[in-house]
């Protein structure tokens, strides 16, 4: 049978220069990128953040019944303009990080389920935190920088770096070296419901605890009780500071916060596990039927 076409009108980051193509997704269902193929596309995927200009949408013109897509799992805080109502009503269905969507995409991964009960290493250093971008709309920078008078951290990212990774091979070296630590600071560099991405879910996974700044529903997002500490439960960055030392100079208070490894995960937490085994494309699919 002949797949109707879905046609992804703008590529994310990291995919401008990669070759045309057209691949199955489905039976019934192809993803394209070639632009030729927009008037006989059944929906259109655009993705928002590589989306160049708003008058793209709305000057351009659309075939009578074609799906409109938003597709974005940046915070919506960097691009307000996404949330005009001009620009809202152009779209049937999105796929985003909010749990609300009608395809949530989510930070999580295949195979956190089982990353995330292996048992921690041992800790031979206190606390560090990549952070490389000037996104900052959650005050990350200040928080950080206030914090840093107070404790010694280990800061590898870009902004305020003083110390680097000797050979570094990507995501894997990153994870190797948190884990030997005892905390990482995990500071979105936007807060909104459900941007919760994976600053968070990086230290889970290697047995360091996550001192976390964003979401004001973290919670929602966390694989079992006292699993992280949220800035937010502090009066004063010195008052974080402070609890940090303390659990650093009591061991056993600090291993309370790496027990929930041994227990079993929350429920709702595998239920959002289990959400993204199947890829996001499918499930648009899914939805796009009825639709059609």
């Known amino acids: 049978m002949t797949r109707r076409k879905i046609l992804?009108?703008?590529?994310?980051?990291?995919?401008?220069?990669?070759?045309?193509?057209?691949?199955?997704?489905?039976?019934?269902?192809?993803?394209?990128?070639k632009r030729e193929n927009l008037d006989e596309a059944v929906a259109v995927i655009f993705h928002m953040p590589t989306l160049e200009r708003e008058d793209e949408l709305l000057n351009k013109g659309r075939k009578k019944g074609q799906i409109w897509i938003y597709w974005s799992r940046e915070c919506e805080e960097h691009y307000t303009w996404h949330r005009a109502p001009e620009i809202t009503r152009l779209f049937d269905l999105t796929v985003s990080y909010r749990l609300d969507s009608d395809v949530p995409y989510p930070y999580f991964e295949t195979g956190y389920k089982a990353l995330l009960t292996a048992p921690p290493k041992p800790k031979h250093h206190f606390?560090?935190?990549?952070?490389?971008?000037?996104?900052?709309?959650?005050?990350?920078?200040?928080?950080?920088?206030?914090?840093?008078?107070?404790?010694?951290?280990?800061?590898?990212?870009?902004l305020f770096k003083n110390t680097g990774l000797p050979d570094d091979?990507?995501?894997?070296?990153?994870?190797d070296f948190i884990s030997?630590?005892?905390?990482?600071?995990?500071?979105?560099?936007?807060?909104a419901p459900d941007y919760v991405t994976e600053k968070f879910f990086q230290p889970l996974i290697a047995g360091s605890v996550p001192i976390y700044l964003g979401a004001p529903n973290i919670?929602?997002?966390?694989?079992?009780?006292?699993?992280?500490?949220?800035?937010?439960?502090?009066?004063?960055v010195s008052d974080l500071a402070g609890y940090l030392k303390h659990l650093d100079q009591n061991e056993n208070e600090y291993q309370k916060y790496l027990n929930w490894k041994e227990r079993t995960l929350r429920a709702s937490f595998v239920s959002m596990l289990?959400?993204?085994?199947?890829?996001?494309?499918?499930?648009?699919?899914?939805?796009?039927?009825?639709l059609l």
């Open 8 to 33: 992804l009108y703008n590529r994310p980051w990291g995919q401008e220069n990669d070759e045309d193509y057209t691949v199955p997704i489905t039976d019934e269902f192809e993803l394209t990128v």
């Open 127 to 158: 606390t560090n935190a990549f952070i490389s971008s000037n996104f900052n709309h959650s005050k990350r920078i200040e928080y950080l920088q206030e914090l840093m008078s107070y404790i010694k951290v280990d800061s590898y990212g870009k």
């Open 169 to 175: 091979e990507g995501e894997k070296t990153k994870n």
């Open 180 to 191: 030997t630590y005892k905390f990482t600071l995990a500071f979105e560099n936007a807060i």
């Open 219 to 236: 919670e929602d997002f966390a694989p079992a009780d006292h699993s992280y500490i949220n800035v937010n439960s502090f009066a004063s």
């Open 274 to 290: 289990n959400s993204v085994e199947i890829h996001p494309l499918i499930r648009l699919c899914e939805k796009l039927k009825p």
